[in-house]
Every structure is written in C-alpha cells, then in structure tokens.
DNA sequence: CCATTTCTGTATCGATCGACACATAACCAT
DNA sequence: ATGGTTATGTGTCGATCGATACAGAAATGG
C-alpha cells in the first residue's frame, strides 16, 4: 500500500493478538469495544479504521489464531512413524495446550465459538469450517493409515476420526473448566486404547 | 400460599419451560428479555415478579432441565447388568437425546453454559456443580463395577470416568454443529472400544 | 358493598452497546 | 512551505439492554 498520510501509531499485529486473547478467553458477546480499546491501547476510531468492525476483528483474530496457536499443536499428527503415534503425539499435544496457561486462556478458540451463546452467523459458518478442517486432518491421517496397512481396509474412518474430534473437543471443555494437564493425559490415555486392534 | 390476590394469568411451570428452550438454544447473553417475554407469552413486569431478574430466571431454567430432561438418559446408566452395559445404553442414550428434535435445542444446557461467552458467576458456579455430578455418576458406576469385580482394580476409575464425560462433552458440541445420530453412533461405538479388557 | 392484596399492560428509566462525526495531528509528494 | 492523505482523540449518536413506576384489573375477606 501507499506509504503516503499520517503512519499508523500502533502495531497492527500486536493489537490483534491482543483481541485475539481477549475473543479468546471471553467470548464475542461477552467481550465490548471497550474493552478491546482498552486491551488493545488504541480508540474505538482507530480500531474501525484498521479492522472494520468488531465482528471482522473477531474474524481476523481467528484467523490469526489458526495461523499461530494451530500449527504447533497440529503438526504433531503428521510426526511419529504410525498414524497412531501420530494420534498419540496430538492428544498429548492437547494436553499441554488447552489448559490455561501464563500466555494464553484455556480451551480451543475455534471451538468455544461454536457453542453456548448465539454467534452472528458469518462468525459461526467460519469457525465451524475451522473444526471441520480439524475433522479432515484426522481423517486424512487415518486413510493415510489404512493406505499404508496400519489399519485394516474395514476400518470406520469417519466414526474413528469423528471420535478422536470428539476426544479433544470434551477435553477443550474440561480444560476452560479448570481441569489440570495430568487430568487430561488420563483422558488421552483412555482414548489411545480405543486404536483399532489394541486390546 | 395464600389464594388472596388477583390470580396469575399464566401457568409458572409452562412459562418456565418455554424459558429454558430459549436459553438452552440461545445462550444467555444472546436470550434477551424481549425474546423471554415473546417466548412466555407474557410482560416483563410478570417476568419479573414471578422469577426476579433473568439470572435468577435462568437458574430456575439449569434446575427445571436438571429435574426433567436429565434422569430419562442419565437413568440408563443404571440399567444393565454390567457397567459396561450401563455406560454403553448411556452412550446410545446421548445419541438419541443429543441431537436437535422437534421438541428440543441440539447439546446439553449444562454443558452449553460452561463454554463460549463469558457467563454471569452465579450461572457457571451452578452449571459446573452439574457438570461435576456427572463426573461423579459415571465414577460412581465405575467404582460399583471394581467392587464388583467387573473390572480389575488397578483400574483407574478417575481416567475412565473423565474419558467418557469427555467423550459426552464431544458429542454435545458436536449435536450442537449438526451431526447426526448416526454419525454420534459412530463415536460412541468408538468410545466402547475404549473399555478396559475389550480389543 | 368496600378494603386489601396481587397480577397485568403501558410506558419508560438509566446504562451500555456498537459505531461514527468532526476537528486536529502527522506524514508524503511537490 | 503547501496541498493531499491518512491516523488519532473527544465526544456523541441511535438502538437496545435489563429492570421498574405506575395505574388499572381481578381475585378474596369482611
């Protein structure tokens, strides 16, 4: 763009990391423009100027969420030698993730919008495209797995990668309860020994 | 009480569920009094006077779908002669009532409260005290089944129990995104295949 | 009948919401 | 310097939020 007029006086992406902890820990409704200027240490002008309006803010902060808090967590399905050590490194990855730490709220931005309050519609049509990427990823990792003779041709892909979906999405609402990372791994441990063939 | 008085003009208890069909599907925040009003059928000021602010309406809604539309599922986890079989009619319970029907929202209230917006604390104090009871009857069955020797007793019932809420909460956000029953039947064969001893 | 009590509808309260008008300040090109 | 362009801060807009004041209506007890 032109580098003509009066410069920005604040960092785009600092500020929208700022809203994105904000949407994150606090929901859409829930967090007011007032709040985000004051997070974001700019004015409400400045805020519509540089991103649109709250709710193409709160679009663009789950975006920059997607981008940023997704990858390490997701990349960790693609390790390992087995679709199954990769299953393992995700749940274990999760359990170090969705809990609240110093840096970041507790549970899954991306899923937290799905659910509870009612969401504008552009908001919800997006995030639900977000969790059925996360859905594709799975499932993408067990045909991958069945391709390979890691898992039998009979194996119910869906409903195995519907499960483990299933799996992260209860422990995102158990850890923005409060529950702790070793709480977690006994759940990821659990659902490890519903791989098909383990007994 | 005393039948001195002009009478009220509504039945408490039908305004009352119509109430907690619009909060169970909407939110809080999202369900504003406007909407409660249409929904009863009645005025604010009899809003007010029969339940004392939308909080406290609230409350009153958790506690009506705790005593009516908790016990026909929660029930199945006593039936069966194993807890193996209990946990499973459980499962299959969740699939039917999970999903959005004629007569009710998609997901489960309790759950709905504890994630997305921000919440009034008085509501996520009470809905996660329902949350825990859950946790404590699927702990309690699994401690029966150790006791009874269904199950061996290295068994770690703190684990199982949070793997199979989490497993419920999984399935809850996703009935609320639209799955279907068939696809929640796959996620909860999945999740038996989780039982201890079984493969 | 009247007095008392309780519920109901209209109309509205102050607070807060998201969003913006306006004037001013800070930068570039010329 | 000067005009063009964009960002900033103050102040405020109409709409909506949850919650009531008030007066009239409907019941009971005397």
């Given at each position: 763009?032109?580098?003509?007029?009066?410069?920005?006086?604040f960092?785009?992406?600092?500020?929208?990391?700022?809203?994105?902890?904000l949407?994150?820990?606090?929901?859409?409704?829930?967090?007011?423009?007032?709040?985000?200027?004051?997070?974001?240490?700019?004015?409400?002008?400045?805020?519509?100027?540089?991103?649109?309006?709250?709710?193409?803010?709160?679009?663009?902060?789950?975006?920059?969420?997607?981008?940023?808090?997704?990858?390490?967590?997701?990349?960790?399905?693609?390790?390992?030698?087995?679709?199954?050590?990769?299953?393992?490194?995700?749940?274990?990855?999760?359990?170090?993730?969705?809990?609240?730490?110093?840096?970041?709220?507790?549970?899954?931005?991306?899923?937290l919008?799905?659910?509870?309050?009612?969401?504008?519609?552009?908001?919800?049509?997006?995030?639900?495209?977000?969790?059925?990427?996360?859905?594709g990823?799975?499932?993408?990792?067990?045909?991958?797995?069945?391709?390979?003779?890691?898992?039998?041709?009979?194996?119910?892909?869906?409903?195995?990668?519907?499960?483990?979906?299933?799996?992260?999405?209860?422990?995102?609402?158990?850890?923005?309860d409060?529950?702790?990372?070793?709480?977690?791994?006994?759940?990821?441990?659990?659902?490890?020994?519903a791989?098909?063939?383990?007994?």
């Open positions: 763009m032109a580098a003509i007029g009066r410069p920005r006086g960092d785009r992406d600092t500020a929208l990391e700022a809203a994105m902890l949407f994150w820990r606090k929901g859409f409704a829930a967090t007011s423009m007032s709040d985000l200027c004051d997070a974001m240490g700019i004015s409400s002008p400045s805020l519509y100027a540089a991103f649109g309006s709250k709710e193409a803010l709160y679009l663009e902060a789950v975006e920059y969420y997607v981008r940023t808090i997704g990858p390490p967590v997701w990349d960790k399905l693609a390790e390992g030698a087995t679709a199954r050590a990769g299953i393992e490194k995700l749940l274990i990855a999760w359990t170090e993730s969705l809990p609240k730490s110093r840096a970041t709220p507790a549970g899954c931005m991306a899923l919008a799905a659910v509870g309050d009612e969401w504008p519609a552009t908001i919800v049509r997006v995030v639900k495209k977000v969790r059925l990427e996360m859905l990823a799975l499932r993408s990792r067990l045909e991958t797995a069945v391709a390979k003779g890691e898992l039998p041709a009979s194996t119910d892909i869906d409903g195995l990668s519907r499960f483990y979906l299933s799996v992260f999405q209860g422990m995102a609402v158990q850890a923005k409060g529950a702790t990372p070793a709480e977690l791994r006994a759940v990821a441990a659990a659902a490890m020994t791989w098909p063939g383990d007994g």
